[in-house]
């Protein structure tokens, strides 16, 4: 492992500080080493497997569990039945899985499985191995767990497999069995249904044989040339501190490097494809500006290398890669590329549990990507993110929301996980720069990277970074936006003039309390802001249009539903709450008076 990671490792190992509801913070670790032999004639391949793992927690485990992601493409499994009964099925999924024949379905079958030279039972249950230790393992020791498989690269469908729509051969992500994650809420050995992942942080050494007229890229780093022997290649990768490991396969791929920042090589795997040539080459710098942008507004990237590469059904993200489909408009050829570059910083370095979180990954995400790409690519959009509050408007008030506590598999439809974790995760982010101020979400952000990368934080942890970075009570903030489907709704009751002032009744009408910006126009021409601070804040945030002299009234109690002030000497010609619209009110019609 590599000075860098060590230290980083030293201090997750052995740090106590409080943290994750207040259990002392630790996480395990899983260092794997594998080899496969692939057939690309009947598109099979054979692995062999070590996984040194170390037991970190405070708890004895009689008992561990896989992840076997490739059994999922089989009829009848939950993925296929999950996408035929949803209500709105994922285009690309629907009854295909359900269509597939034995040659073309996916499978991981383990044919043996030993701990410490011992044999262990084990059952397979649809995409989880349940293993019974054959010795449990202790608080802090490790124990080496050997098995052998087969597998099959099912036809592509979601994500992973083989020949898809673009005639990539090989997108082999979630193609090797994969210890589940341990931790203070204790196992999360999730059946995969199309959604989100969790991992354990280790080294990785990959050895693939493949065909040698194909071209590997992906995770980690490539360790000498490959070697040839008997028409084959073998490609050997090293991967330090991932939490995954994916790799994609074509005979016919072009391969770019273009040079990144900070030393990092970019590396770009595309078809030879004279329709798409063009744009990929485009995007290799436009790729650069974007990480150094992510370096200056998140945190620096740690690794040696990022490889884009065209491959899978959309864009996913993975460790040091993405696999994102190619044949694209040049503009939404950047935007995937953007968001999933983003995901390294809020997934594969913070590393939330996306099942249970899938806001903080994917929302935090859209936020940072958006306002990338309007710097990186001059857009000049006032509201980077504004998409995402319209988005979020629908589903607030379409009275099908679900809470983003919601497991990511168990939402009632596609529809609401997909705003919910992509638009309000978004909005949360943008919001919060309304209620603390900019200049404190872009410390909080990162802060938040600085302390919990490598750590996989919870939203507690984030909530609290931003308490600290702000000096503001922030609880409300998370529980009623995140954890509810309260709604924001403020309204100008009345303005009424009264001897020569103006008496302004504010009314909240939605169950989330916020602070409120109030912006008023005078019928002479002057301007003025008045800023009304949430009791429960217990704070309040600077001035954010200095230009504007502004008034700090007193603290307006939640439980109150109405809230007065007076404006003295003047006559109001225009008020109006947050012109910024950053606050996610549903019913904006009402947060303008104009005088008659």
């Known amino acids: 492992m590599k000075p860098f990671f060590k230290a980083l490792w030293l201090v ?4 106590t500080l409080q943290a994750q509801n ?44 896989y992840h076997l992601y490739f ?32 040659s073309e379905i996916g499978y991981i079958k383990p044919l043996s499985l030993t701990q410490d030279g011992a044999k262990v039972d084990y059952e397979v249950v649809g995409t989880i191995l349940e293993v019974d230790l054959a010795k449990p393992i202790q608080p802090g020791e490790s124990t080496l767990l050997a098995m052998e498989w087969d597998a099959q690269v099912p036809v592509q469908i979601r994500r992973s497999g083989r020949n898809n729509k673009e005639g990539v051969a090989l997108s082999m992500s979630q193609w090797f069995p994969k210890l589940a994650e341990y931790d203070f809420q204790g196992w999360h050995a999730d ?41 084959k290649k073998t490609w050997v990768f090293d991967a330090p501190d991932v939490h995954d490991f994916t790799w994609a396969a074509d005979p016919n791929y072009i391969h770019d490097t273009y040079p990144g920042p900070n030393g990092v090589v970019l590396n770009f795997y595309y078809k030879d494809n004279p329709d798409i040539k063009e744009n990929w080459k485009k995007l290799q710098p436009i790729t650069a500006d974007l990480m150094v942008y992510f370096n200056k507004h998140i945190g620096p990237y740690p690794y040696k290398q990022y490889s884009v590469i065209q491959g899978g059904d959309g864009g996913m993200e993975y460790a040091m890669c993405t696999l994102i489909t190619g044949e694209r408009k040049f503009g939404s050829l950047v935007g995937v590329t953007a968001h999933e570059l983003a995901h390294t910083w809020f997934q594969f370095l913070l590393a939330t ?29 006032e509201n980077p993110v504004a998409g995402s509050y319209r988005g979020y408007n629908f589903l607030a008030t379409s009275g099908q929301e679900q809470p983003a506590t919601t497991h990511a598999d168990r939402y009632d439809s596609n529809r609401s996980y997909g705003i919910t974790a992509y638009s309000k995760g978004a909005v949360f982010m943008a919001q919060l720069g309304y209620v603390i101020g900019k200049e404190n979400l872009d410390k909080t952000i990162k802060r938040y990277f600085e302390e919990w990368a490598f750590k996989h934080p919870t939203p507690n942890d984030f909530i609290r970074v931003a308490e ?12 009623d936006f995140m954890q509810t489907t309260n709604t924001i709704d403020y309204g100008v009751q009345s303005v009424v003039e009264e001897n020569g002032n103006t008496k302004v009744t504010l009314q909240r009408i939605g169950l989330m309390g916020m602070p409120i ?65 950053l606050m996610a009110d549903i019913a904006p019609e009402n947060n303008t008076h104009t005088a008659e």
């Open 12 to 15: 997750l190992c052995v740090a």
């Open 22 to 65: 207040s259990t002392s913070y630790w996480q395990q670790n899983a260092d794997y080493k594998m080899n496969i032999d692939v057939d690309v004639e009947n598109w099979q391949y054979k692995g062999s497997q070590e996984i040194t793992y170390t037991n970190n927690s405070p708890d004895v485990l009689d008992r561990v569990f």
């Open 71 to 102: 059994n999922a493409f089989q009829p009848g499994s939950e993925m296929d039945v999950r996408s035929q009964t949803i209500g709105d099925p994922d285009s690309r999924v629907g009854s295909r899985i359900a269509a597939l024949t034995p």
């Open 191 to 231: 059946p995969y249904i199309a959604r989100e992942f969790h991992g354990v942080w280790g080294d990785f050494n990959v050895s693939i044989s493949i065909d040698e007229d194909y071209i590997v890229g992906g995770t980690g780093y490539l360790q000498g040339e490959p070697k040839k022997r008997r028409g």
């Open 353 to 381: 549990n996306e099942a249970k979180h899938e806001w903080m990954d994917e929302g935090f995400t859209v936020y940072i990507s958006s306002l990338a790409e309007n710097e990186v690519l001059n857009e000049g959009k």
């Open 468 to 479: 600290k970075v702000s000096g503001m009570e922030l609880d409300w903030y998370l529980t």
């Open 517 to 581: 910006d109030v912006y008023v126009e005078f019928e002479d021409g002057s301007k003025a802001s008045y800023y009304i601070p949430l009791q429960m804040m217990r704070g309040e945030k600077e001035n954010p249009t200095p230009a504007v002299n502004r008034t700090v009234l007193k603290d307006w109690a939640w439980a109150y539903p109405t809230y007065e002030f007076e404006i003295k000497g003047k006559k109001v010609k225009r008020l109006e709450i947050d012109p910024s619209k």
